[in-house]
């Protein structure tokens, strides 16, 4: 392990030791299954976070990581069979049990721009997807906003901002509809037994999401939302009078916890490879977002065992 890690070097190593331990423990091994066993798994895994890091293209790899076809295809095949996300559930999990994931949840979503080599794969094609059965969308979730054409990621993250779950959509997808689906993608088990928590305290969110439709979902739930009338709205109940109702509550001092998500998406954007999408396919551009959430809990949950 340590050998391969100083082949690596410094200068391409995203992990450390720690990190790697616990990382390794995670991903899924080849023993028993039909083929060659995974070797240099570490090996493979740096030059999946160094493409991400940099945003090159794959065939550019340096040397040092082996063949770049290893790598991309151990990429595809870990974003399709969902390895990551299962990744990120594992460290949440632990994240838990540990006292180091705070319930107060804030929603948001950014847009990415998508480079042009990551539009031209054919519409309607549909690709094997990754966790609970998904497949690639048909629109390979590439819309076409004002900034050109776009991918919009959808992020919710605990009250420290590091990342529950993330969703994609075409740029020009409105953030509001968006909102449950977010939330339901939020699933950490107990590592105590019982069914996963998928509930948290309080989600905050800005005015794209104070729709009548997401304030009832909170509520059926027992959440707490921490939400802003939009001001169309809050001149709609006025002009109603006595039937326009009274309004929702709102804690201003908790609605300044929201800055975290942005935070989180500026530390993703951080990653080349997010920021910018170079990927044909929503899954696989997807599975990089989410291992850059990974490499965050990996900081605070590797580095103190």
């Not at 974003?79 to 180091?100: C, F, M, Q």
């Not at 300044?256 to 929503?282: I, M």
């Amino acid at each position: 392990m340590f050998a391969v890690a100083a082949v690596v070097g410094d200068r391409y190593r995203v992990l450390t030791d720690k990190q790697w331990e616990l990382l390794e423990l995670l991903l899924p091994k080849s023993d028993g299954q039909v083929g060659r066993n995974f070797a240099n798994n570490r090996l493979v895994v740096e030059g999946m976070l160094f493409r991400l890091r940099t945003g090159v293209p794959w065939r550019d790899l340096p040397e040092v990581f082996g063949p770049w076809q290893t790598v991309w295809k151990r990429h595809r095949r870990y974003a399709g069979d969902g390895t990551w996300d299962r990744v990120l559930v594992a460290l949440t999990a632990l994240a838990d049990a540990t006292g180091n994931l705070d319930w107060v949840v804030s929603v948001d979503s950014s847009i990415m721009r998508v480079h042009q080599h990551g539009a031209n794969a054919s519409r309607g094609d549909r690709s094997p997807a990754g966790p609970d059965g998904e497949s690639e969308p048909a629109d390979h979730a590439i819309g076409r906003s004002r900034g050109g054409l776009t991918t919009k990621a959808h992020l919710a993250t605990d009250g420290n901002g590091r990342g529950l779950a993330v969703l994609l959509s075409g740029g020009q997808a409105n953030d509001s509809p968006m909102m449950p689906a977010v939330l339901d993608a939020i699933a950490v088990p107990r590592l105590s037994g019982g069914p996963p928590r998928r509930s948290p305290d309080q989600v905050l969110a800005d005015k794209a999401y104070s729709s009548a439709s997401n304030r009832k979902v909170l509520r059926s739930k027992g959440i707490r939302a921490v939400i802003p009338e939009r001001a169309d709205q809050i001149a709609n109940r006025k002009r109603r009078g006595r039937t326009g109702g009274r309004p929702p509550g709102f804690d201003s001092a908790a609605y300044k916890g929201r800055n975290v998500v942005e935070r989180a998406f500026n530390k993703a954007k951080h990653w080349r490879g997010v920021a910018t999408r170079y990927d044909k396919l929503a899954i696989t551009y997807r599975a990089g977002f989410v291992m850059a959430l990974a490499v965050e809990w990996l900081k605070l949950l590797g580095d103190m065992t």
